[in-house]
């Protein structure tokens, strides 16, 4: 696709339920992130994938939250026995690997809604 | 590790007023540094950007300039509109100094409220 894609669009789901939420980047772009955004917050960085480097996982907040990446494609983060607090956008964007411009293209989220 | 300091909000202005958002920023490597902007109900996208000492990004009449000398990129508009109301996340991707490609650091964003 053109751009980042994630799915689904929106979740709602019972305190104590997993959940796994879906993140297609652009083509060709390397890097992919995670970010949370709570409700009148700004961006929580949750993890960060570069190619086939170790991710960065020093913003997970839990060892409730993992995420997964084969290779430059698709991501899945997982929240197990999710919890009120975990209720927020989660945001998906990713990056080329090229020159200095490294702006990253973020997806339209997922909204979560832990009741 | 890296970080982006900019001004809480929310800032309110009235129309055609003059509007600034600082940002500062800690970076180990050479950063380049961005304003995205979310509008409501929408995602986050880029506003403008600049990838190297006293280079200004440009966008829909706002402006930044990369200030080494004092880390910062603040964001500048002459004349806001009520179609500006949204909040600006100030960012930065460093390279680090082995040249090396790093994760694009956030700011917590400045919403920006215009009336008419």
């Known amino acids: 696709g053109a751009g980042v894609s994630q799915s689904p669009s929106n979740k709602v789901t019972e305190k104590g339920k997993d959940v796994e939420l879906r993140c297609d980047p652009i083509?060709?772009?390397?890097?992919l992130y995670w970010y949370r955004q709570r409700l009148g917050q700004g961006l929580e960085f949750l993890i960060y994938?570069?190619?086939?480097?170790?991710?960065?996982k020093s913003g997970l907040p839990s060892d409730r939250f993992s995420a997964e990446r084969t290779g430059e494609s698709v991501s899945t983060l997982t929240i197990q026995r999710t919890q009120q607090e975990d209720s927020a956008v989660y945001l998906c964007?990713?990056?080329?690997?090229?020159?200095?411009?490294?702006?990253?293209?973020f997806g339209q989220g997922t909204r979560l809604t832990v009741v | 590790g890296d970080s982006v300091t900019q001004m809480e909000g929310p800032v309110t202005l009235s129309e055609e007023a003059f509007l600034t958002i600082n940002c500062t920023y800690t970076?180990?490597?050479?950063?380049?540094l961005f304003w995205y902007v979310q509008y409501p109900g929408e995602g986050l996208q880029l506003l403008l950007k600049?990838?190297?000492?006293?280079d200004k990004g440009s966008n829909k009449g706002f402006e930044a300039t990369y200030r080494k000398e004092t880390t910062s990129f603040h964001l500048e508009k002459g004349s806001v509109q009520v179609s500006d109301s949204a909040v600006y996340f100030c960012?930065?991707?460093?390279?680090?100094?082995?040249?090396?490609?790093?994760?694009?650091?956030f700011g917590i964003g400045t919403k920006l409220q215009v009336i008419p």
């Open positions: 083509s060709g772009h390397t890097a």
């Open positions: 964007a990713s990056s080329p690997f090229r020159g200095m411009d490294t702006e990253a293209f």
């Open positions: 600049a990838t190297k000492a006293d």
């Open positions: 970076a180990t490597g050479y950063p380049s």
């Open positions: 994938f570069q190619g086939n480097s170790a991710p960065d």
């Open positions: 960012a930065l991707s460093d390279r680090g100094n082995s040249g090396g490609y790093q994760k694009v650091t």
